[in-house]
């Protein structure tokens, strides 16, 4: 099963930006749709943003996102690197959370992850 790390979390004001990043121990990572969720403690976990594995070249690639992210988060993969990347700009308090990268059959809310890592803390406070 592929593992993954996710990283580039930090302390950063309103306003600012971040890019996080999800590494696979495996190029399996390309066959996998591939989901940024987020949880805050007491919460329950919230999907953030989707991005569609690729079966082959010319597979067209296709992004979801929750709309309170919208306009300021982008999902993006390059499966050479085995990296799965959320740039987030426009930063706000309540986008303050641990972040994950998870695997899913497919981007859907229904569908539930497989692997996820470690996460990390994304922290928006001035």
């Known amino acids: 099963q592929v593992q993954l790390e996710e990283s580039g979390g930090a302390l950063v004001q309103p306003g600012g930006s971040l890019k996080l990043s999800c590494v696979a121990s495996s190029f399996a990572l390309s066959y996998y749709a591939i989901a940024w969720f987020r949880q805050v403690p007491g919460k329950e976990r919230e999907g953030v943003a989707c991005?569609?594995?690729?079966?082959?070249?010319?597979?067209?690639?296709?992004?979801t996102y929750i709309d309170s992210v919208k306009g300021r988060f982008t999902i993006s993969r390059n499966n050479r690197k085995r990296t799965v990347y959320l740039q987030m700009t426009n930063l706000k308090p309540e986008d303050t959370a641990v972040y994950y990268c998870a695997t899913q059959d497919m981007c859907s809310a229904s569908a539930p992850y497989g692997a996820w890592g470690q996460g990390t803390q994304v922290t928006v406070w001035s």
């Open positions: 991005i569609t594995g690729t079966a082959g070249t010319g597979t067209l690639i296709n992004t």
